[in-house]
């Protein structure tokens, strides 16, 4: 009686105009949502989640920042998600990196110049960052493991050895947590450049995009990775080695994970903690779905959540609401961005009963 069919490809500015009616839709529900749940005006509240990310230079920056790092995890799950191993481990393959950084910069801190510093720190959490991603890797293409819950372990063995090492490096003993490492020197701090500390993390995560654009679509290994993602017994057909591609994929993916727990720790918080990924392992994954694990529009789908997200906090500060609130508003947005994309893609078909056909 029912069926879901795909649909035949819809042009770009018709999808794309389709996609920004439902989005105005949705701040429309946003708004009736809002103004019966405070009783405040909805105009009111968007201007004011607009402030929280663009009321200084100093906001926008910070924007850019957070959108730049959760585009790096998003970017490093895209070419996993693509060959369909649904890899659910960024979490844990950022703190990997993290820790290996953090590491570096305490034990190595005093006995090094800061350039050489850097560098081992960089190649430490990138090589991190793809042990713990090539450990499920292996798993999967030698014994045909479940992906999904493997790198989800994964996430919390890395928790608790970062809990285990904060309590090691406690700064001072008996607070619980490391402190900024190297506060006094910024020995394994990430220079400034153009005067702005926060510039070097956009920089980079630009040009990963570009990197990862060009890998997935003009490259062998991007081919083999489409190839084994529509179908692995052709892929086998054609000669790919498609454990070998399960595992080198997988150790791309984590090393840019790790190189972005090296950017958040050398970078950004000048510190280790268990939240120090914020979530961002789990958002990337609806960020590269959103986008279709296009690189460049990751930008867009990067730019969406981080911009609720500082929204949301703003409100909750200006209004006294609770913080889930914002997460309420940036879920009714999804709810009807993800209903969208669907319907775009598939459509219903409604077919009568054979007897009624014959008759």
């Known amino acids: 009686m029912v069926h879901i069919v ?59 920042q957070e959108i730049a790092l959760l585009l790096c995890v998003s970017l490093a799950l895209t070419p996993a998600f693509r060959m369909k191993f649904w890899n659910l481990g960024g979490e ?19 006995s090094m110049p800061g350039a050489a510093l850097i560098a081992v720190m960089f190649l430490a959490s990138i090589a991190a960052g793809a042990l713990w991603a090539a450990i499920p890797a292996f798993f999967k293409a030698k014994f045909n493991t479940n992906e999904t819950l493997f790198t989800l372990m994964m996430n919390y063995v890395a928790t608790q ?27 394994g701090w990430l220079p400034i450049v153009g005067g702005n500390k926060y510039l070097l993390i956009v920089i980079v995560a630009v040009l990963l995009a570009v990197f990862m654009y060009v890998y997935l679509n003009y490259s062998k ?23 070998r591609v399960i595992v080198r994929t997988l150790i791309v993916s984590g090393a840019i994970c790790g190189l972005t727990g090296f950017l958040l720790v050398s970078g950004s918080a000048h510190t280790l903690t268990t939240a120090l990924a914020g979530g961002r392992g789990f958002t990337a994954v609806m960020v590269a779905w959103l986008a279709k694990f296009n690189p460049f529009i990751m930008f867009g789908s990067s ?40 319907f775009l893609t598939y459509k219903v078909v409604f077919s009568k009963k054979e007897g009624k056909e014959n008759a």
Do not use: H
Not at 177 to 187: A, L, R, Y
Not at 221 to 243: F, L, N
């Open 6 to 64: 795909k649909r035949k490809e819809m042009p770009l500015p018709r999808a794309f105009a389709i996609r920004a009616g439902i989005i105005a839709l949705a701040l429309v529900m946003c708004g009736i949502v809002t103004m019966f749940m405070t009783g405040l005006n909805p105009i009111d509240v968007y201007a004011t989640m607009f402030k929280g990310s663009f009321g200084s230079s100093r906001k926008i920056w910070i924007l850019l």
């Open 92 to 110: 844990g393959q950022v703190l990997a990196g993290a820790l290996a950084a953090a590491a570096c910069m305490i034990c190595l801190g005093n």
């Open 161 to 187: 050895l970062v809990a285990y090492y904060t309590i090691v490096w406690e700064n001072p003993k008996g607070s619980g947590t490391i402190g900024i490492i190297n506060q006094k020197t910024q020995n």
């Open 221 to 243: 290994q991007g081919y083999e990775i489409s190839v084994v993602g529509e179908s692995p017994s052709t892929a086998r057909y054609v000669g790919i080695k498609v454990s």
């Open 303 to 342: 730019f969406l959540l981080e911009f609720m997200e500082s929204g949301g906090r703003e409100i909750s500060t200006i209004y006294g609401l609770n913080q889930s609130f914002g997460n309420i508003l940036t879920g009714i947005i999804l709810f009807f961005i993800i209903g969208t994309d669907f």
